[in-house]
C-alpha cells in the first residue's frame, strides 16, 4: 500500500512557465517531506524539504507547500529551465522513523 | 568528495547465480539504506540499517541478505537471482536528507 502517492506520471511545460508537481499522502504521522530530482543513469539527489510545522519553504526558483489537513503537498519551479529536464520525486518520514516512503515519481519535460 | 559510492555500476547475472551489491558512504552518517527502483514504482525499500549493527526489512525484503559491516558500507546480497530482481539499485547514507549512490543496474538473464 503505497502511502505517498504521485500521481500525475508526466508533466511537459514550456521554457519560463511554473512547472507544478503535485503529491499526496495517507500516513497522518508523516511530519517531514523531501523532493528528489533525478537525471537518467544517475542517483537522485535532494532538491528541497519541509516540516511539518511549516506551511510553505523556498529556495531560489524551488517553493514547497504542505497542506497538512489535504494530507497534500506541491512543489513548483518558477521560471522552469531545460534543466529542469528530470524526474521528480516526492518522500515523507515520521518524527524517529529511519526510513523514507517515495512516490513514483513525476517525469518533467522542459520544452523550449 | 566521494558521498556514496556503490559497486558495480553494470551486472548481468543468470537465474540461480549469486552476488553482493557493495556500497560505501564517508559523511559518518549513522543510518543507511538499499532502495530498488522499477518503472512506474518509485523507489522501494529493501532493508535499511538504522545504526552500526542493526538491519531492518523494508518493503521489499524477499530474496535478498544485507550486512552492515562497520559504520561506512552496507552490502546488499542476492543469495539465487531471479528476473524479478532485474532493477536498478540505490544505495543511501542519511542525516536529515538520505544521499543516494550512483545506482547499480543489473539484470537477470
Known amino acids: 500500500d503505497q502511502q505517498v502517492k504521485q500521481n500525475s506520471p508526466s508533466l511537459s511545460v514550456q521554457e519560463g512557465r511554473i512547472s507544478i508537481l503535485n503529491c499526496d499522502y495517507t500516513n497522518s504521522m508523516f511530519d517531514y517531506f523531501l523532493w528528489y530530482k533525478k537525471y537518467p543513469a544517475e542517483g537522485p539527489t535532494f532538491l528541497i524539504s519541509i516540516s511539518s510545522i511549516k506551511d510553505k519553504n523556498e529556495d531560489g526558483r524551488f517553493t514547497v507547500f504542505l497542506n497538512k489537513s489535504a494530507k497534500h503537498l506541491s512543489l513548483h519551479i518558477v521560471p522552469s529551465q531545460p534543466g529542469d529536464s528530470a524526474v521528480y520525486f516526492c518522500a515523507a518520514s515520521g518524527s524517529g522513523d529511519y526510513k523514507l516512503s517515495f512516490g513514483a515519481g513525476t517525469t518533467v519535460t522542459v520544452r523550449a | 568528495n566521494a558521498g556514496v559510492t556503490q559497486t558495480p555500476k553494470f551486472q548481468v547475472l543468470k537465474t540461480g547465480q549469486s552476488m553482493t551489491l557493495q556500497c560505501a558512504q564517508d559523511m559518518n552518517h549513522n543510518s543507511m539504506y538499499w532502495y530498488r527502483q522499477d518503472p512506474g514504482m518509485g523507489l522501494r525499500l529493501i532493508y535499511y540499517?538504522?545504526?552500526?549493527?542493526?538491519?531492518d526489512k523494508g518493503e521489499v525484503p524477499n530474496g535478498y541478505n544485507v550486512s552492515r559491516l562497520n559504520k561506512r558500507e552496507f552490502s546488499l546480497r542476492l543469495e539465487s537471482a531471479a528476473p524479478s530482481q532485474t532493477s536498478v539499485y540505490f544505495c543511501a547514507s542519511r542525516l536529515d536528507t538520505i544521499y543516494f549512490g550512483e545506482g547499480s543496474w543489473l539484470t537477470v538473464v
Open positions: 540499517s538504522a545504526s552500526e549493527g542493526t538491519t
